[in-house]
């Protein structure tokens, strides 16, 4: 079993950058692909970007070039850095662990507003 925590989540003018962490712990060897996903009000959930064990990376159109996903390896951390954030990117955001079994974060809030 796999548990998953995030932080970094918060309020940030348009333009600004944050940095999302997610945490495992666990069976985090059963992991293969681990993510970002975001939910927006009224809207699907949604993947913001990917990273296999292998180190394959993938990212939805609308955050290319400005996000960028990454491990720490040591830490059993990955990494979301956001930049030129926009008013759209507004949305819960959650971890994401597929292996065995499909492990999902508690979600946490960014908010992109003037």
């Known amino acids: 079993q796999v548990q998953l925590v995030e932080s970094g989540g918060g309020l940030v003018q348009p333009g600004g950058s944050l940095r999302l962490s997610c945490a495992a712990s666990?069976?985090?060897?059963?992991?293969?692909?681990m993510g970002w996903y975001r939910q927006a009000p009224g809207k699907q959930r949604e993947l913001v970007a990917s990273?296999?064990?292998?180190?394959?990376?993938n990212y939805a159109d609308s955050v290319k070039g400005r996000f960028t996903i990454s491990r720490d390896g040591a830490k059993n951390m990955v990494l979301l850095q956001m930049n030129s954030l926009k008013p759209d990117d507004t949305a819960v955001y959650y971890c994401?662990?597929?292996?065995?079994?499909?492990?999902w974060g508690q979600g946490t809030q960014v908010t992109v507003s003037s």
């Open positions: 994401n662990a597929q292996g065995v079994i499909n492990t």
């Open positions: 990273i296999t064990r292998g180190g394959s990376i």
């Open positions: 666990g069976s985090i060897f059963s992991i293969n692909v």
